[in-house]
């Protein structure tokens, strides 16, 4: 099975390189550390499998799966996250993937999760799959931004800057910014004066 990682940490990277290199069914044929680059590649060369980070600068991991699926079908796909918003973790199952890992999960599932793929089937590691069995039984906690977002939302709508946000909660700029695209991407909004509008007509601020 050909392989590609897509991950802008380079410690991560070289950890899933190390766990894959001992598996002799499996050949990671390259990496990038951005979905552009990663595109690139799988416009040329044929990938049976992309396991990619859901975080990255510029084009996160969702759209980067949207664009795979379109350009290359045959490529399965695992998502690596360390999110596990109920919203976010339905919204990229819908986009078809083979595989949802979390990123505090043991080495060990993402080998099982590249086992099922082998195999034609779906794999939700265990955190996952107790996320969409909760919502299923309590549909009413799911709610469209955690507190974490709504914490974030009501700073941007002070017009605080990613670093200024990041400061005041004590997060990365980085970290600012993914939530920042996952508040737009939720609300389906794209300006700050959309954003600001749906937040006060749903009562989000």
């Known amino acids: ?82 999110h596990d918003e109920t919203h976010l973790v339905k919204e990229i199952l819908k986009e078809g993937v083979a595989g949802y890992v979390l990123k505090n999960d043991s080495h ?11 195999k034609g ?17 309590f549909p009413d906690e799911e709610r469209l931004l955690t507190d974490r977002e709504r914490e974030i939302l009501k700073l941007i709508a002070q017009e605080k800057s990613n670093k200024e946000i990041g400061e005041t909660l004590f997060i990365s700029e980085r970290t600012v910014e993914t939530h920042r695209k996952n508040i737009f991407r939720k609300t389906k909004t794209s300006s700050l004066v959309g954003l600001i509008k749906f937040a006060y007509a749903n009562s989000l601020i």
């Open 1 to 82: 099975m050909n392989v590609f990682l897509v991950d802008d940490h380079a410690i991560l990277l070289d950890g899933i390189k190390s766990l894959l290199a001992k598996e002799d069914s499996i050949k990671v044929i390259g990496e990038a550390d951005s979905a552009e680059k990663a595109l690139d590649f799988i416009k040329h060369h044929s990938v049976d499998l992309l396991i990619t980070d859901f975080n990255l600068s510029g084009m996160d991991g969702l759209a980067l799966v949207r664009v795979v699926k379109k350009i290359s079908p045959d490529t399965n796909i695992i998502v690596l996250s360390q």
């Open 108 to 118: 060990r599932e993402l080998l099982q999760a590249i086992e099922a793929v082998k």
């Open 121 to 137: 089937s779906i794999y939700l590691s265990n955190d996952i799959n107790r996320i969409i069995i909760q919502s299923l039984r």
